[in-house]
């Protein structure tokens, strides 16, 4: 590992945050809401466990090996050949979550802020800006993590302020929506987190391989925490029956924000959520693309940026309008999930039996 690639705890704990939060966080509410009713919530921190079992995972994984990625790994105990089909399998999922995030926020933009612009324009734009960073490798992408992480922080307390014009009877009774619908919400707050996976391909990048769990655990506390405050204020503010006839509930809970001076909280929100959408698809693309190059190894990684570039924009503008955008999304994701949690698990079982005929 060259030494301009190697990433800080902060820029480390930040790519995960990045990589976790995507365009589903606006409409995260209305998902559990759907099922859980007033009890969403507690099905958003429920649905953490997932996360923490892939954490727990990548933290085992590179404590025996700790130079080796799982796409490495996967080729010694599967084989070339097998091992190739899984990695590119595992690969897709990324590149899937860098497309489906850029046509959600191409979708958002063009609804509420830049009318005058259509898909392909903001498509183009924002690839363009990724490309760019994603082309100097990962010290560029966890120096941009860090800095619109903090230059864009206030974004997760904007909402907040409409909790005085909140009621905190719409959240009651708790457990009123029964625990076999608590239970069936998870399913939903699941799909939230994706994109924790990443941890399997950059935590050879870590400046310090033991810091990895404490990292992983941070930005799990941290994104379970937004999500979990986002939903509860939308039940406070709106209320389950008028959430749920929103597209973007969390959008609208900011439209309400009037303060003088300021015409509309809005497009603030917007703009500042817009660069957090954008961190989240370069994550992904970053480590489509690092991966892809350990299976294609004949292409060098600059290359395979570059080849991309035009297929990433192509492929995000197939998703269609946000409603088709999002059914599609519920029939892969469970997919991925599963494949994901049966393929990383194998791997870990792997490097278990070995260390265990290692030490016998």
């Not at 009621?167 to 708790?174: D, E």
């Amino acid at each position: 590992m060259k030494e301009d690639n190697v990433l800080t705890d902060t820029q480390f704990t930040l790519m995960l945050i990045g990589a976790m939060i995507g365009i589903g966080i606006l409409t995260l509410p209305n998902d559990v809401i759907k099922i859980a009713k007033q009890d969403g919530w507690i099905s958003v921190i429920l649905g953490a466990i997932y996360p923490v079992y892939i954490v727990f995972l990548a933290s085992y994984i590179s404590s025996k090996h700790p130079k080796e990625d799982i796409l490495i790994l996967s080729k010694k105990f599967f084989g070339k050949a097998l091992g190739k089909i899984f990695n590119l399998i595992f690969l897709l999922y990324f590149f899937f979550l860098a497309t489906q995030v850029a046509s959600g926020i191409s979708g958002v933009l063009n609804i509420y802020m830049v009318h005058f612009l259509n898909k392909w324009n903001i498509l183009i734009g924002t690839y363009i800006v990724i490309t760019y960073a994603v082309y100097h490798g990962s010290k560029a992408v966890g120096r941009l993590n860090e800095f619109i992480f903090f230059a864009t922080f206030i974004k997760f307390l904007i909402p907040l302020i409409a909790i005085k014009d909140s009621s905190i009877l719409n959240i009651r009774p708790v457990l009123g929506s029964g625990v076999i619908n608590i239970i069936k919400g998870i399913e939903q707050t699941t799909f939230a987190f994706a994109g924790i996976e990443i941890i399997f391909i950059i935590y050879p990048f870590i400046q310090n391989n033991k810091n990895l769990k404490k990292c992983g655990w941070k930005s799990i506390v941290f994104i379970t925490t937004i999500y979990t405050v986002f939903t509860i204020l939308d039940i406070v503010f709106l209320g389950i029956d008028a959430s749920v006839k929103f597209l973007w509930p969390v959008v609208t809970v900011t439209e309400s924000i009037m303060i003088p001076v300021i015409n509309s909280f809005r497009y603030i929100f917007m703009s500042l959520w817009s660069l957090t959408m954008f961190k989240t698809i370069c994550n992904n693309y970053f480590v489509f693309t690092y991966g892809l190059n350990e299976v294609v190894q004949k292409v060098k990684r600059k290359n395979i940026v570059l080849l991309l570039f035009p297929i990433a924009i192509i492929v995000s503008s197939l998703y269609g309008n946000v409603a088709d955008s999002r059914k599609f999304t519920g029939k892969i994701m469970p997919i991925y999930v599963i494949f994901n949690i049966v393929f990383t698990s194998l791997i870990a079982i792997f490097v278990y039996i070995k260390n265990r005929r290692a030490i016998s």
